[in-house]
C-alpha cells in the first residue's frame, strides 16, 4: 500500500465518522484504524485436553496436525494417538522385571508359610540332624571355621564359614574376624537350606533356592572344611518367617511391574497395528 492510498483511507475512517466528532475523537479513530492495520489478530490458543493425563503424556504422543485449523474446516485432521514407544521397548522391561522376580517368589512359601518354632540342631558334644528339613527354621552351635568366604545377593554382602567337623556352613553378615589362635563358639538361628551337589545354571539359581550356594559349596569342600559322604546344609542367619516385610513386599511390587509395562505393550502393538492398517488422511 502507497503513502497516497494511507492517506486516502484515513482521510475515509475520518469522513466516515460524521462532521459532528471532535478532533479529540477523530484522532482516537485514526489510532484504532492504525493499530489494526499494523497488529494481526490473535487467535485464542487451542484448550488443552483434559484427557492427556501424566501416564498419556508419557507412553503415547499426539499425532501431527494443523494448529490453525479447527474442526469443520477444510482438511481438519481429528487429533489421533500412537504410541511413544514400539512393543519391543515394552518387551525388554517385561523380561528384565520377571527376571528380577523369580528369585524373592521363589521364598514367598518359607516367609509366608515357614515354620515359626525353631528346630535345633543340637551343640558341641550333641547333634541330631535326622530331624532336619529343608527350608526350616532352625538352630545350632557351634565351633566356627576361622576360613572366611564372601556372598553377595541384590546389595547385601554376607560372610560365609563352616563350622568345624559338621556338614553345615553359616551365611551371615559380616563380623570382626576373630583373633588368631582363637575359637569362635557360634550360636545361631535362621533359615536351613540342603545343599545340591553339583552345577547349576543360572535360571535353576532363580528358581531353587538350594541351588544358588552351589559354587560356595564347592569351595568350601575343595578347602576340605565340609565332610564328604553326609547331606549338606547352609544356615542363613536371621532369616526368620514374617520377619521382614520387604522381602515380601519387593516381589509383589516386580510383578505388578511386570503387569504395568505388559498391558502398555499390547497397547503400543494394538495402536500401530490400527495405525498401518488406517490410510493417512491428507
Do not use: C
Not at 152 to 162: G, N, T
Not at 183 to 210: D, V
Not at 217 to 243: C, H, M, N, T, Y
Not at 247 to 269: C, D, E, K, M, Q
Amino acid at each position: 500500500m502507497t503513502e497516497q492510498d494511507t492517506n486516502a483511507s484515513k482521510d475515509k475512517v475520518v469522513s466516515s465518522e460524521g462532521g459532528a466528532k471532535t478532533d479529540r475523537e477523530r484522532e482516537a479513530a485514526l489510532a484504532a484504524w492504525e493499530r489494526g492495520a499494523t497488529h494481526a489478530p490473535s487467535r485464542e490458543p487451542e484448550p488443552q485436553n483434559p484427557g492427556d493425563s501424566l501416564i498419556a503424556r508419557l507412553f503415547h504422543k499426539e499425532s501431527w496436525r494443523d494448529p490453525t485449523l479447527q474442526a469443520g474446516d477444510d482438511g481438519y485432521v481429528a487429533p489421533r494417538k500412537r504410541a511413544a514407544y514400539p512393543p519391543s521397548f515394552f518387551a525388554v522391561l517385561v523380561f528384565g522385571l520377571a527376571i528380577l522376580a523369580l528369585e524373592p517368589t521363589a521364598d514367598l512359601g518359607y516367609e509366608l508359610l515357614g515354620p515359626s518354632a525353631a528346630y535345633d540342631l543340637g551343640h558341641p558334644g550333641e547333634y541330631h540332624f535326622e530331624g532336619a528339613q529343608d527350608g526350616s527354621l532352625a538352630t545350632i552351635a557351634g565351633f566356627a571355621s576361622s576360613r572366611r568366604g564372601t556372598y553377595s545377593q541384590y546389595s547385601s554382602q554376607y560372610e560365609v564359614f563352616a563350622l568345624v567337623g559338621l556338614p553345615v556352613l553359616v551365611r551371615r553378615a559380616p563380623t570382626p574376624t576373630p583373633p588368631k589362635d582363637s575359637a569362635e563358639l557360634y550360636q545361631g538361628r535362621g533359615r536351613l537350606i540342603r545343599l545340591e551337589r553339583g552345577s547349576a545354571s543360572y535360571f535353576e539359581r532363580l528358581l531353587r533356592p538350594s541351588a544358588r550356594y552351589s559354587t560356595v559349596r564347592a569351595q568350601f569342600e575343595s578347602f576340605g572344611e565340609l565332610p564328604l559322604g553326609k547331606p549338606q546344609w547352609i544356615l542363613l542367619e536371621d532369616d526368620v518367617p514374617r520377619q521382614n516385610k520387604s522381602v515380601v513386599l519387593w516381589p509383589l511390587v516386580l510383578w505388578a511391574g511386570v503387569i504395568f509395562f505388559a498391558y502398555h505393550g499390547w497397547r503400543s502393538y494394538r495402536l500401530r497395528t490400527v495405525a498401518a492398517r488406517t490410510p493417512a488422511r491428507r
